[in-house]
């Protein structure tokens, strides 16, 4: 087993993995799924395209140069993970090395396979958790090599804040028209692709998203990312369903990502995208308390600005300054206070409807 490393990153195009915001990448391709009845120059040229990169897993040798000049990192397949003279031709590609543990592979193989690839390629490799998505070991290979890893989110997109909590760099989701196995679902029927780490408060979505992407991704999350949201089940419907899958994703690094993932941006675009992932985290939880707020109102006997408990806000703020000691009781008692009457007001907007 590859020993505890220092924390690296891998650059896949203009991406970089494993240091900072953890990433979405919607461009995993696999050319075995065509059996070899496609070209791979003719499969790939399209797809590369777009601004995404693409993670390419090749059928056979034949595919590797088209991968080489086509893609920004190459698959090694958890189907064929044992198929050593393949990887050995993959991991010589000159490109990052993308490694997928096999189902029934340990800890110990996943990460000696990586550490062969390293050595037969210039070192720059990612690992691969996924479909079955074992956080658990995930976590532990990240841990114990060092290296970024990514959590293969297609077969269950309701696992994306799990996977960022579990410590993933990334989440992977099929290439647009790979999903849902509709191949004429190209990038010209949607948005321009996304390799990007998570933005703010939707900032990082594409801004020509549809509302009715938003309604599909909470659904998606609401139904744990379990099979499809019943709308995909119209072909019409599944550019959006990608969209919200997508979307789910997006949010779990955006959100998962700032309350979880240490960040030390070197720059201010990178400071200032930092701290809109960090806002869009805010917002999320003072909707969250908000509606919280508004249930008390309900019960409580004496509602409203005439029900506030002024000893229980006290010691609400001493409680955050353990947690922001930084920011101390002082300055944290205006911003409660006023998080609390923003929420009260709300709470009898409401009751007047």
Same mark, same amino acid.
């Given at each position: 087993m590859s020993s505890t490393l220092e924390r690296h990153a891998v650059a896949v195009g203009e991406l970089l993995v494993g240091e900072g915001p953890a990433v979405v990448i919607d461009g995993r391709v696999s050319l075995r799924e065509r059996h070899g009845r496609a070209d791979a120059y003719e499969m790939l040229r399209d797809r590369a395209a777009r601004s995404a990169p693409l993670l390419v897993e090749p059928l056979s040798a034949t595919d590797l140069p088209a991968i080489a000049a086509l893609a920004g990192a190459v698959v090694v397949g958890s189907s064929w993970t044992r198929d050593i003279p393949l990887v050995r031709a993959a991991a010589g590609l000159g490109l990052p090395v993308v490694v997928e543990r &096999? /189902? #029934?592979g340990t800890l110990e193989e996943w990460l000696g396979l990586a550490d062969y690839c390293a050595a037969e390629g210039d070192g720059q490799v990612i690992l691969c !958790? $996924? %479909?079955s998505l074992?956080?658990?070991l995930m976590r532990a290979a990240r841990v114990a090599s060092g290296r970024p890893v990514l959590a293969d989110i297609s077969r269950n997109v309701g696992l994306s804040a799990a996977a960022v909590a579990a410590g993933a760099d990334g989440l992977l989701l099929p #290439? %647009?028209?790979q999903r849902a196995g509709n %191949?004429?679902?190209?990038s010209g029927n949607r948005a321009d692709a996304s390799t990007r780490p998570g933005g703010a408060g939707g900032a990082?979505? &594409?801004? $020509?998203g549809t509302d009715s992407a938003g309604v599909l991704a909470r659904e998606f999350a609401a139904a744990g990312g379990d099979g499809l949201p019943k709308v995909m089940t119209d072909p019409g419907a599944i550019p959006e369903a990608e969209e919200a899958a997508l979307r789910v994703a997006e949010e779990a690094v955006t959100v998962v990502g700032a309350l979880l993932r240490p960040e030390e941006p070197a720059t201010l675009p990178e400071c200032r995208d930092a701290i809109d992932r960090v806002d869009a985290a805010l917002a999320t939880l003072l !909707? &969250?308390? /908000?509606a919280l707020a508004g249930t008390v109102q309900r019960i409580k006997p004496v509602g409203g600005f005439a029900g506030r408990d002024l000893d229980r806000e006290r010691a609400l703020v001493r409680r955050m300054a353990s947690r922001a000691p930084s920011l101390g009781e002082p300055r944290l008692a205006p911003i409660m206070n006023a998080v609390i009457e923003a929420g009260l007001h709300l709470a009898e907007e409401r009751a007047r409807r």
């Open positions: &096999r /189902a #029934a !958790e $996924g %479909p074992d956080l658990g #290439a %647009p028209s %191949p004429a679902s190209s990082g979505y &594409r801004n $020509g !909707e &969250r308390r /908000a």
